[in-house]
């Protein structure tokens, strides 16, 4: 046998045993890579705001991938990405204690950024009654949700998330949905 075959079948039987491990351990990979981080504090704000687990972790996952202190470029804060002056209005509104005057500190406080993400998000979903547009609106703002629906450029009902007209948002709410359908394989 030539060398030429002989590499083929070496890189060839790699394949092979990487698909295997892979079948075989598929869940445990995925679990890596799809965490259940801080699982303690999202259980509460889970209940107390009604929004599934598997959903805020989707979205942490999307925001931040877990990092903690993440701050984006467009300032938004924290593990669940939010950007101050959502913050200060979602804990006026539902008497979240939090320092106002020191709400970049207060959103990189886990608690605290999942406990105010969770019920912003819980606000979204009451507001717009479905996952979709509600992610949307996480994204890009209610102001402008609201005048996509408006100008019936997306459907209230969230049926034609493809017609979300910035890439960055239609993107992020496929991933977002993408990545909670594998949190509930994952996990129920």
């Given amino acids: 046998m030539n060398k030429n075959k002989k590499i083929l079948i070496s890189v060839i039987i790699v394949i092979l045993i990487m698909i295997l491990i892979f079948v075989l351990f598929k869940d445990n990979i995925l679990k890596s890579i799809y965490p259940k981080t801080y699982s303690e504090i999202i259980a509460t704000y889970s209940e107390e705001y009604s929004v599934e687990e598997n959903l805020i972790y989707a979205v942490i996952k999307a925001e931040s991938n877990f990092e903690s202190k993440a701050v984006s470029n467009k300032s938004a804060i924290g593990i669940m990405q939010i950007v101050e002056d959502t913050a200060i209005d979602v804990a006026k509104k539902n008497n979240i204690?939090?320092?106002?005057?020191?709400?970049?500190?207060?959103?990189?406080?886990?608690?605290?950024?999942?406990?105010?993400?969770?019920?912003?998000l819980s606000t979204l979903l009451n507001q717009y009654g479905n996952i979709e547009v509600a992610l949307a609106a996480y994204n890009a703002g209610i102001g402008t949700v609201n005048n996509w629906i408006e100008k019936q450029i997306i459907k209230a009902d969230g049926s034609d998330i493809e017609n979300i007209p910035y890439k960055e948002t239609n993107n992020y709410v496929r991933k977002i949905l993408r990545d909670y359908d594998i949190y509930n394989y994952l996990y129920g």
């Fill in 97 to 120: 204690d939090i320092d106002t005057e020191n709400i970049k500190e207060e959103l990189l406080d886990i608690d605290n950024n999942i406990n105010i993400g969770t019920k912003y």
